[in-house]
């Protein structure tokens, strides 16, 4: 796994930068026998393709390598957001609703844990092997989701945040991001009594969310008992805004079966993949149109590998055909990201999957009608919340890869390319959801998922990992962890940004207005023009002697 193996690196003897200095016949050698440039490509080579086929002697050769690479991370980047927006959204909206959560749970949980389950893959496939990239991973994270993406929420779409919901989150983050800061400063190093209390802080953040939620669900069914009067009223209508997620169901008529099973068939599945916007094409300019067609085909491809379950559209998006395949598909290409090169009784283990799945495929078309929803279409969410998250950790760990092939060939620090390019490729989904969640009009969820995905990401990222290196690997003894001068300068950004968000809050009353996130967004860029002040030695980083 690509990102895993960028925290991996600093195992290996010799790392891939190290392809620089060696003479032009040796690069290609170097790049296919050395396992940190192995390790670090995913479904294809870029480093063989540009050290090995491309000569990189020329210069006008060399540019447009690297141009071609730029220009299909971007690709990439706008199947990741198609993907996040019309598919990831839906879903978490749809499974939010079932589980009856408001808008704050909901980020707390079913977002964050969903934005982060990339994070949570490649670290279990890791073994949780602590990294000296960890607190470096987690401190640009932080910063990041609570500056950047918060900032862009709140540009998207100002709202007013409770403030017992926003104390709360804020002091959690605050805690994780300090604790954290004082364990690495400890002199004696870090015991299983410091990691320990590290890695319960975000099970303790979402346990109190939780216990929140049921506690005002008690005081509105409280309030619903007392006799009426206005000033309760009130009240109680606010609770209730407070506890609903506001989701509007279209009813499903279960008896509405009517002639063939299975009539209208293609047609039902030809409309649920094909929906090209023909009105739009026909009126807009060359651009739009030219938009449009390159935009289908990628739009058609996710309609077939991602099951979605819109309670808002008629029949929940019931399509007979369609929801057969994509019970065939969807787990054959999950099993093939996490288990290519895995093999069952020779045959491959995504092989084995399809040939498993296929039974169920023609059981669902046997017992399922075209012109009826089945009851269990809707835990068919499930399936789609998995396999959008695989499908866009693959598309990450793509783009990861290319990333690390860029960083490579221009000589950049692994430092800094973890602070800045592989940093925004991990959170590049998250920034999408939140934006999208907001633009349909849950700011709250996408907002309260600002603070606790850092939390989430350093429960993974850092936290599990020494919690098992002090209490299982060192065997109980002080283990030796640096923050580095990167990460320790993120940290003070972190800790600073939090100031500003809780002056910000304090200043207008909890009203998150736009002159908030704009402080926020500035302030982010503000951090990255100090870091290539840092990468080019014209500053030094917090903890260097001069």
Same mark, same amino acid.
Not at 321 to 325: A, D, F, K, N
């Given at each position: 796994?690509?990102?895993?193996?960028?925290?991996?690196?600093?195992?290996?003897h010799?790392?891939?930068?190290k392809?620089?200095?060696?003479?032009?016949?040796?690069?290609?050698?170097?790049? =296919?026998?050395?396992?940190?440039?192995?390790?670090?490509?995913?479904?294809?080579?870029?480093?063989?393709w540009?050290?090995?086929?491309?000569?990189? &002697?020329?210069?006008?050769?060399?540019?447009?390598?690297m141009?071609?690479?730029?220009?299909?991370?971007?690709?990439?980047?706008?199947?990741?957001?198609?993907?996040?927006?019309?598919?990831?959204?839906p879903?978490?909206k749809?499974?939010?609703?079932?589980?009856?959560?408001?808008?704050?749970?909901?980020?707390?949980?079913?977002?964050?844990?969903?934005?982060?389950?990339?994070?949570?893959?490649?670290a279990?496939?890791?073994m949780?092997?602590?990294?000296?990239?960890?607190?470096?991973?987690?401190?640009?994270?932080?910063?990041?989701?609570?500056?950047?993406?918060?900032?862009?929420?709140?540009?998207?779409?100002?709202?007013?945040?409770?403030?017992?919901?926003?104390?709360?989150?804020?002091?959690?983050?605050?805690?994780?991001?300090?604790?954290?800061?004082?364990?690495?400063?400890?002199?004696?190093?870090?015991?299983?009594?410091?990691?320990?209390?590290?890695?319960?802080?975000?099970?303790?953040?979402v346990?109190?969310?939780?216990?929140?939620?049921?506690?005002?669900?008690?005081?509105?069914?409280?309030?619903?008992?007392?006799?009426?009067?206005?000033?309760q009223?009130?009240?109680?209508?606010?609770?209730?805004?407070?506890?609903?997620?506001?989701?509007?169901?279209?009813?499903?008529?279960l008896?509405?079966? =009517?002639?063939?099973?299975?009539?209208?068939?293609?047609?039902?599945f030809?409309?649920?993949?094909?929906?090209?916007?023909?009105?739009?094409?026909?009126?807009?300019?060359?651009?739009v149109?030219?938009?449009?067609?390159?935009?289908?085909?990628?739009?058609?491809?996710? &309609?077939?590998?991602?099951?979605?379950?819109?309670?808002? &559209?008629?029949?929940?998006?019931?399509?007979k055909?369609?929801?057969?395949?994509q019970?065939i598909?969807?787990?054959?290409?999950?099993?093939?990201?996490?288990?290519?090169?895995?093999?069952?009784?020779?045959?491959?283990?995504?092989?084995?999957?399809?040939?498993?799945?296929?039974?169920?495929?023609?059981?669902?078309?046997? =017992?399922?009608?075209?012109?009826?929803?089945?009851?269990?279409?809707?835990?068919?969410?499930?399936?789609?919340?998995?396999a959008?998250?695989?499908?866009?950790?693959?598309?990450?760990?793509?783009?990861?890869?290319?990333?690390?092939?860029?960083?490579t060939?221009?000589?950049?620090?692994?430092?800094?390319v973890?602070?800045?390019?592989?940093?925004?490729?991990?959170? $590049?989904?998250?920034?999408?959801?939140?934006?999208?969640? $907001?633009?349909?009009?849950?700011p &709250?969820?996408?907002?309260?998922?600002?603070?606790?995905s850092?939390?989430?990401?350093?429960?993974?990222?850092? $936290?599990?990992?020494? $919690?098992?290196?002090?209490?299982? =690997?060192?065997?109980?003894?002080?283990?030796?962890?640096?923050?580095g001068?990167?990460g320790?300068?993120?940290?003070?950004?972190?800790?600073?940004?939090?100031?500003?968000?809780?002056?910000?809050?304090?200043?207008?009353?909890?009203?998150?207005?736009?002159?908030?996130?704009?402080?926020?967004?500035?302030?982010?860029?503000?951090?990255?023009?100090?870091?290539?002040?840092?990468?080019?030695?014209?500053?030094?980083?917090?903890?260097?002697?001069?």
């Open positions: 796994m690509v990102i895993g193996a960028w925290t991996r690196s600093l195992h290996h010799d790392a891939c930068n392809v620089n200095h060696l003479p032009e016949p040796q690069r290609c050698r170097f790049v =296919r026998d050395t396992a940190d440039c192995r390790d670090n490509m995913y479904l294809f080579n870029y480093l063989t540009h050290y090995c086929h491309v000569d990189s &002697r020329n210069k006008f050769n060399a540019f447009w390598s141009l071609a690479m730029t220009v299909f991370a971007s690709y990439i980047f706008w199947m990741m957001q198609i993907s996040v927006g019309a598919y990831f959204c879903i978490l749809v499974l939010a609703d079932t589980f009856r959560m408001n808008e704050n749970v909901a980020g707390v949980t079913l977002l964050t844990i969903a934005n982060g389950s990339s994070d949570l893959f490649t279990v496939a890791g949780l092997v602590f990294s000296k990239w960890g607190f470096l991973v987690s401190m640009t994270q932080s910063l990041f989701q609570h500056t950047f993406v918060a900032g862009m929420v709140i540009l998207t779409r100002p709202f007013y945040v409770e403030p017992c919901y926003f104390l709360r989150d804020f002091g959690f983050l605050f805690l994780n991001t300090a604790f954290m800061d004082f364990i690495h400063k400890r002199e004696s190093g870090i015991t299983k009594l410091g990691a320990i209390p590290g890695a319960l802080i975000y099970l303790v953040h346990f109190v969310a939780v216990i929140d939620q049921r506690l005002l669900t008690a005081r509105v069914h409280q309030l619903q008992k007392i006799e009426d009067s206005e000033q009223a009130e009240q109680l209508e606010e609770l209730k805004r407070q506890t609903e997620l506001g989701v509007h169901r279209e009813r499903i008529d008896n509405a079966s =009517r002639g063939s099973a299975n009539r209208h068939l293609f047609q039902q030809w409309e649920s993949l094909f929906r090209f916007d023909k009105d739009k094409f026909r009126r807009g300019s060359f651009g149109r030219f938009y449009l067609l390159v935009k289908e085909p990628m739009e058609m491809l996710l &309609r077939l590998l991602v099951p979605v379950v819109d309670v808002e &559209r008629p029949n929940h998006g019931w399509s055909l369609l929801c057969c395949l019970f598909i969807a787990p054959t290409y999950i099993f093939f990201i996490l288990l290519k090169d895995v093999s069952v009784l020779g045959t491959a283990a995504y092989i084995m999957t399809f040939y498993i799945m296929l039974p169920l495929g023609c059981l669902i078309f046997w =017992r399922t009608r075209t012109d009826t929803t089945p009851k269990f279409f809707r835990f068919t969410a499930i399936l789609g919340l998995i959008v998250i695989f499908l866009i950790f693959f598309l990450t760990s793509e783009v990861m890869a290319m990333f690390f092939t860029i960083g060939i221009w000589h950049l620090s692994q430092s800094f973890m602070a800045t390019a592989i940093c925004w490729t991990i959170n $590049a989904g998250d920034l999408v959801a939140s934006i999208t969640l $907001a633009r349909q009009g849950f &709250r969820m996408a907002y309260a998922a600002t603070f606790s850092p939390v989430f990401g350093t429960f993974v990222n850092l $936290a599990l990992p020494l $919690a098992l290196e002090t209490t299982v =690997r060192s065997v109980g003894n002080a283990f030796t962890a640096e923050e001068s990167y320790e300068t993120a940290c003070i950004f972190v800790e600073v940004g939090l100031v500003f968000t809780l002056m910000s809050a304090l200043t207008t009353n909890f009203q998150m207005r736009r002159a908030c996130g704009m402080l926020l967004v500035v302030y982010y860029l503000f951090f990255l023009a100090y870091l290539l002040l840092l990468e080019t030695d014209v500053i030094h980083a917090y903890g260097v002697d001069d």
